[in-house]
Structure formats: C-alpha cells, structure tokens
C-alpha cells in the first residue's frame, strides 16, 4: 500500500502562486507514476499532470507553461508549482501514485487540498 499526504493549498488572487506538496510513505518503491488531479464543484475529475518515475512530464493544455510538477530524488514526494493563477484554476487538488503490476493498474489518492484564486 501507498499512502498519500497533500499540503500547500490556499487561497490566492489572480496572477499568483502556490507550490503544492504530496508526500508519499508505504510501499514507495512499487509507484511507477505520480501526477495531480484537481476536481472543481460541478465537473469531474481532471488529469492536471504527471511524472514518471524516469522524469518523463506531461500536463494538460490548460496549466502549460504555468505548472510545474517535481519529485524529489527518492521520488517520496511530489510537488506541484503553479504560477500565474486564473480564477478557473479553483478546484480541489488529488495527489496520485499510479503503480502497474502487469496488464494491472493500482490508483492511490491523497485526501486533497484546495486551492481557491479570487478574481
């Protein structure tokens, strides 16, 4: 088992920043993948970004060029940095550990921290 702990959330106005944080603890060597997720009131949940355990980052259109997503060298956390905040930024924010066993995936989430940018 994985477990996931996030930090680092707020409140903020348009235009400024906020650096997440994800520390992971258990059977940290099995994760293949941590990435965040972040759900707003009303919408589903969406894939923000990710990074593999080799450094490989992908992130979704709309956090390009502004978001930044890191791991440590022991890859036992994972930090999200996020510059140049919009209103629609708002939403709840899921760390995620993604471990692949075969043709099987395993999904652990942390509780989640928000982050509110007022306009």
């Known amino acids: 088992q994985v477990q996931l702990v996030e930090s680092g959330g707020g409140l903020v106005q348009t235009g400024g920043s906020l650096r997440l944080s994800c520390a992971a603890s258990?059977?940290?060597?099995?994760?293949?993948?941590m990435g965040w997720y972040r759900q707003a009131p009303g919408k589903q949940r969406e894939l923000v970004a990710t990074?593999?355990?080799?450094?490989?980052?992908s992130y979704t259109d709309s956090v390009k060029g502004r978001f930044t997503i890191s791991t440590d060298n022991a890859n036992n956390h994972v930090y999200l940095q996020m510059n140049s905040l919009k209103p629609e930024d708002t939403a709840v924010y899921y760390c995620?550990?993604?471990?692949?066993?075969?043709?099987?995936?395993?999904?652990?989430w942390g509780q989640g921290t928000q982050v509110t940018v007022s306009s």
């Open positions: 995620n550990a993604v471990r692949f066993y075969g043709v099987d995936r395993y999904d652990y």
């Open positions: 258990g059977r940290v060597f099995t994760i293949n993948a």
């Open positions: 990074i593999t355990r080799a450094g490989s980052t």
